[in-house]
Nanobody, 120 residues
Framework: QVQLVESGGGLVQAGGSLRLSCAASGSFFRINAMGWYRQAPGKQRELVATITSDGSTNYADAVKGRFTISRDSAKNTVYLQMNSLKPGDTAVYYC??????????????WGQGTQVTVSS
């Protein structure tokens, strides 16, 4: 059982920056990967960035070069540094955690979401 607590969303002007944080807590054997997804009004949730347990990262084409995902394994925390924000980045951002339980089964957990609004 994993709980994810997100923070860092807010309102920013185009070209500005925000840093999202997501802290995982609870009982699990290992975190396989963590990532960020976003969902804009009227659209489906989409992948933004992921980072695996070995540090490998993956980014959506729309955010490459602008967003950076990182982690602090000791704190079970993942970050998303968002630079050069655009109005198109406006969405609710959700933290995702894929963790292995003590039964070896993998589970996906979702944070509560944090609103990011980029004004033009």
């Amino acid at each position: 059982q994993v709980q994810l607590v997100e923070s860092g969303g807010g309102l920013v002007q185009a070209g500005g920056s925000l840093r999202l944080s997501c802290a995982a807590s609870g009982s699990f054997f290992r975190i396989n990967a963590m990532g960020w997804y976003r969902q804009a009004p009227g659209k489906q949730r989409e992948l933004v960035a992921t980072i695996t347990s070995d540090g490998s990262t993956n980014y959506a084409d729309a955010v490459k070069g602008r967003f950076t995902i990182s982690r602090d394994s000791a704190k079970n925390t993942v970050y998303l540094q968002m630079n050069s924000l655009k109005p198109g980045d406006t969405a609710v951002y959700y933290c995702n955690c894929n963790a292995r339980g003590y039964t070896t089964t993998n589970y996906n957990y979702w944070g509560q979401g944090t609103q990011v609004t980029v004004s033009s």
